[in-house]
């Protein structure tokens, strides 16, 4: 998958592994409930993310790096 990822491949990958995420991604959509609570760049989403309850699974994810 790195390897496809880094050929310019598109790709929708459902993970929860946020370092892998972030390593990968060119877009993160962050899904509670099947509702969209927050999308953007991985950094905007992963290392600062608007939306409360995307900072409480973060936090209860602990590290991300």
Known sequence: MREL???GRT???VTHELPYA???S????F???GRIVGEGRPHQVIDRP???RTRE?????G???
């Open 63 to 65: 590290s991300t790096s």
């Open 50 to 52: 608007e939306q409360a």
């Open 26 to 29: 060119d877009r993160v959509v």
């Open 57 to 61: 699974f973060l936090a209860s994810y």
């Open 31 to 33: 899904v509670d409930g």
């Open 22 to 24: 972030r390593e990968v």
């Open 5 to 7: 990822a880094a050929d």
């Open 11 to 13: 790709m929708l990958l």
